[in-house]
């Protein structure tokens, strides 16, 4: 028989699980190194580079050609990471090693830091599959509607220290997913100007008003405003729901 004659007493299913055993070995670590494209090479909280990067080595770059004709991104990249590194952040170490707590130096939820942190991420909308807007407002949607639950247009919106600041006027839409995102609201005079919006996640809607739990009425007039209207930012959002979070321990 050809099998015979040709592998003589060579145990095949021992080849098969020995093969199988290497492949699965690489696979572990393409895909761990795969994974250390950005963040890497490790820092410690001072932005020197860490001593201890892992078992792993950094893999060498690749670039990526990211969709609708934004042009190209090289990953692992010093410059890719540097853009997104926030310098001289309002934090003080609470003992001289690593991995202890910092805690903030001025206003934690103004300079982005524990809680309210965010990173800068791009200041361009996020897009759904055909290259539009995920977020915007429903009044641009024809076929959004509020079919179940309270609509909260017209309901003030009422701080966590019992405090009218302001009136929702909008939701915000994420067509892509179906579902609402934020409450956009219009500021009472007496807590400052302008409308803001905040995350559905982060308030209650009751009968009677839209409690946000998060911010006293004198914050509210702090939270970072959209700069174009009908459009949020990756950039936008990130600060927006941090403002809110931070206010949760800060406020």
């Known amino acids: 028989m050809v099998g015979v004659n040709f592998f003589g007493n060579f145990d095949l299913a021992s080849l098969a699980i020995w093969g199988f055993w290497f492949f699965f070995a690489y696979l572990v670590y393409y895909l761990q190194t795969e994974n250390m494209r950005e963040g890497y090479p490790l820092e410690m909280e001072d932005g020197s580079i860490a001593p201890n990067q892992g078992p792993f080595p950094v893999p060498s770059p690749k670039t990526f050609k990211l969709r609708d004709g934004k042009g190209e991104l090289t990953v692992p990249s010093a410059e890719n990471e540097a853009a997104h590194r926030r310098s001289d952040l309002a934090l003080a170490k609470t003992e001289a090693g690593e991995g202890f707590p910092q805690v903030p130096t001025g206003n934690p939820m103004a300079d982005g830091v524990g809680p309210a942190s965010w990173v800068p991420r791009a200041d361009e909308p996020e ?20 079919s179940a639950g309270r609509d909260p247009r017209g309901l003030p919106v009422l701080s966590r220290d019992d405090q009218v600041v302001g009136h929702v006027s909008e939701m915000w839409v994420d067509a892509s997913e179906h579902m609402v995102r934020y409450l956009q609201y219009d500021l009472e005079p007496e807590w400052g100007s302008g409308s803001r919006i905040v995350p559905i996640t982060l308030s209650r809607i009751k009968d009677r008003w839209v409690m946000v739990r998060s911010l006293k009425a004198k914050d509210f007039d702090g939270v970072p405003q959209i700069s174009r209207t009908g459009q949020i930012t990756k950039l936008e959002e990130d600060k927006i729901c941090a403002y809110y979070a931070g206010g949760t321990l800060y406020s």
């Open 127 to 146: 897009l759904d599959g055909h290259g539009h807007p995920k977020i915007t407002p429903m009044a641009g949607h024809e076929a959004f509607f509020v």
